[in-house]
């Protein structure tokens, strides 16, 4: 029998992300040679890669990097948290980050097309994720255009990477509100900088929800036009940033802070594991 200790399988785990009985498998197979094990592992990992490929995707990390314009935000997504915090994964995700970036994409699709040191990212993602055994995939790509910019990723556990990514782009000097501002998108997910961004349809299908609602309520139809444009200033403080109560402070909007700050927003993007 291959002589190997549970040490070697830990070993064999921890480098790779693969389950106890793969690599206990194929360090037998090897007899007790890691390196031969790991590639073992990393043939039959390429075979599964297609079998993988319905499985969902639940959990993984994101992260963010400026360059010279742009910054680039990205979701790497895996099927379980246990390759989600593997050292492996997260190395490929900074790979996988610098070579989108670099690429310029702008989306999932333009960053598996990216170059990744003379292959795609997506066949880079498909080797690791043949050695990680388990589904790996690039889900989501932001960039957001700058000045300058205020990146903010957030562990929603101690345990795991970050699980919520921030990108700001600014213009102004006080990087320390601008900061703020990322972590205050992080919490309550603005889909608009300003009222002016929100599209005239998006408005009057709020319009029309809130009117009938207050219909329904027997509101006084004299009163329609206060209450529905009432409403509407509560529909924007959800969705607009510059209309939401500051994380700080919520008695003041975050459009002040930012105004008082000299600060202005000109671009940003949020993504969550899975969302």
Avoid: C, W
């Avoid at 948290?81 to 970036?101: C, G, I, M, Q, W």
């Avoid at 960039?143 to 910019?149: A, L, M, N, S, Y």
């Avoid at 703020?180 to 009057?204: G, L, M, N, W």
């Avoid at 299908?205 to 529905?228: D, F, H, S, Y």
Wanted: hydrophobic letters at 45%; zero cysteines; a negative charge.
């Amino acid at each position: 029998m291959a002589a190997f200790s549970a040490a070697d399988v830990k070993t064999l785990r921890d480098r790779l992300g693969a389950g106890m009985l793969d690599s206990k498998n194929a360090l037998v197979e090897a007899d007790g040679d890691l390196d031969k094990a790991i590639e073992i592992l990393r043939v039959k990992g390429l075979k599964g890669v297609e079998k993988r490929s319905g499985r969902a995707t639940t959990a993984g990390l994101v992260t963010a990097k400026a360059g010279d314009g742009a910054a680039t935000l990205i979701e790497l997504a895996s099927e379980t948290d246990f390759v989600a915090k593997n050292e492996r994964f997260v190395a490929l995700a900074e790979k996988v980050l610098d070579a989108v970036l670099a690429a310029g994409a702008t989306d999932a699709a333009g960053g598996n097309a990216a170059d990744a040191g003379g292959q795609t990212v997506e066949s880079l993602i498909n080797d690791e994720a043949a050695l990680l055994g388990e589904k790996i995939e690039l889900r989501a790509v932001k960039q957001v255009k700058g000045d300058e910019f205020a990146i903010y990723l957030h562990r929603t556990s101690k345990d795991l990477p970050p699980q919520v990514g921030v990108v700001v782009g600014y213009t102004g000097t006080d990087a320390e509100t601008a900061r703020s501002v990322a972590q205050h998108i992080a919490v309550y997910d603005p889909k608009f900088r300003t009222r002016d961004e929100v599209p005239a349809d998006v408005v009057e299908r709020e319009r029309a929800i809130i009117t009938e609602t207050a219909k329904n309520e027997g509101k006084p139809e004299a009163q329609l036009g206060n209450i529905v444009n009432g409403r509407l200033v509560g529909f924007y403080k959800e969705t607009v940033l510059a209309d939401q109560p500051y994380a700080r402070d919520s008695k003041v909007a975050t459009g002040k802070v930012l105004q008082e700050a000299g600060v202005t927003v000109t671009d940003f993007a949020r993504l969550k594991v899975g969302a």
